[in-house]
């Protein structure tokens, strides 16, 4: 027994977990992912000092494409908003130019001039077959963009626009929405980050509320009675100033003047003459 308690115990030790590299933990805070975790090919792979040393580039390169992807979609909503702009004045002119065909086989017929009122029956129907031939080319084209676009639309996201109806009713406010959801999807995945449509929902909820207060935080803004700034005189009622447009035409005025399309007064004076405002 003696002799037992002379021989030491050994004692199990655990192996020490390898250490990270300052480096190696520097750059994975950055978004940097080890081999274990990469899934392209092994050319492309860059070591964590690499990726530090080019993240600035890559900073660069990321800020300039959210930058091109930004300018992309407020030239498609700029040419939306001027393709709906033109469609509306088209309408009104081709109303106008019925009506004045109307009222002169009118005056023709009784004037008792047969041959006049024949020569303008032709041109309303030559007016109508035009106007038909349009609308059903216009009908073909929308529908071939929606079997281009073909989205797929979840009930949640369904669930979402129906309670927030601006996303729908406000041009600029969609396409804002859009981006930040498309910005905040990507940087999530760049992260490594897995996120829900719930969470996408809430960041852009944030995002709007922040960039539009005004939509969100004036209960009084429609109340009737409540004073512009049209009425700070003190007169009854709001006079109207040539200058002032509804919120919807108003952001329309915004892009079209970013975008070189017309200037804010043009606009303004084409929407006087087709009786919009």
Same mark, same amino acid.
């Given at each position: 027994?003696?002799?037992?308690?002379?021989?030491?115990?050994?004692?199990?030790?655990?192996?020490?977990?390898?250490?990270?590299?300052?480096?190696?933990?520097?750059?994975?805070?950055?978004?940097?992912?080890?081999?274990?975790?990469?899934?392209?090919?092994?050319?492309?792979?860059?070591? %964590? =000092?690499? @990726? +530090? #040393?080019?993240?600035?580039?890559?900073?660069? $390169?990321?800020?300039?494409?959210?930058?091109?992807?930004?300018?992309?979609?407020?030239?498609?909503?700029?040419?939306?908003?001027?393709?709906?702009?033109?469609?509306?004045?088209?309408?009104?002119?081709?109303?106008?130019?019925?009506?004045?065909?109307?009222?002169?086989?009118?005056?023709?017929?009784?004037?008792?001039?047969?041959?006049?009122?024949?020569?303008?029956?032709?041109?309303?129907?030559?007016?109508?077959?035009?106007?038909?031939?349009?609308?059903?080319?216009?009908?073909?084209?929308?529908?071939?963009?929606?079997?281009?676009?073909?989205?797929?639309?979840?009930?949640?996201?369904?669930?979402?626009?129906?309670?927030?109806?601006?996303?729908?009713?406000?041009?600029?406010?969609?396409?804002?929405?859009?981006?930040? %959801? =498309?910005? @905040? +999807? #990507?940087?999530?995945?760049?992260?490594?980050? $897995?996120?829900?449509?719930?969470?996408?929902?809430?960041?852009?909820?944030?995002?709007?509320?922040?960039?539009?207060?005004?939509?969100?935080?004036?209960?009084?803004?429609?109340?009737?009675?409540?004073?512009?700034?049209?009425?700070?005189?003190?007169?009854?009622?709001?006079?109207?100033?040539?200058?002032?447009?509804?919120?919807?035409?108003?952001?329309?005025?915004?892009?079209?003047?970013?975008?070189?399309?017309?200037?804010?007064?043009?606009?303004?004076?084409?929407?006087?003459?087709?009786?919009?405002?």
């Amino acid at each position: 027994m003696a002799e037992e308690n002379l021989v030491p115990k050994v004692e199990d030790k655990q192996p020490e977990a390898p250490k990270v590299p300052d480096i190696e933990v520097k750059a994975i805070a950055m978004g940097w992912r080890g081999k274990e975790q990469w899934t392209g090919s092994d050319e492309e792979f860059i070591d %964590a =000092a690499e @990726f +530090v #040393r080019r993240k600035p580039l890559f900073d660069k $390169i990321e800020s300039q494409k959210n930058f091109y992807d930004r300018k992309i979609r407020d030239v498609e909503t700029t040419l939306n908003q001027l393709a709906q702009h033109h469609a509306k004045v088209k309408e009104v002119e081709y109303n106008r130019a019925l009506t004045d065909l109307r009222h002169a086989k009118r005056e023709a017929i009784k004037e008792g001039d047969a041959v006049a009122a024949l020569a303008l029956t032709d041109q309303m129907e030559s007016l109508y077959a035009d106007r038909n031939a349009e609308i059903q080319q216009q009908q073909i084209e929308a529908q071939q963009l929606a079997a281009a676009q073909s989205p797929q639309v979840s009930a949640e996201f369904l669930s979402w626009v129906k309670g927030n109806e601006w996303y729908v009713k406000d041009a600029d406010m969609n396409a804002f929405a859009d981006g930040a %959801a =498309a910005a @905040f +999807v #990507r940087h999530s995945k760049n992260a490594g980050s $897995i996120i829900t449509e719930q969470d996408v929902f809430n960041h852009v909820a944030e995002k709007v509320r922040k960039a539009y207060p005004e939509k969100f935080d004036n209960p009084n803004r429609d109340r009737p009675g409540n004073v512009t700034s049209g009425d700070r005189g003190g007169k009854a009622g709001s006079v109207k100033s040539s200058k002032t447009l509804p919120a919807e035409y108003e952001a329309i005025a915004r892009n079209f003047e970013r975008d070189g399309v017309m200037k804010r007064d043009e606009y303004i004076k084409q929407l006087e003459e087709i009786g919009v405002i």
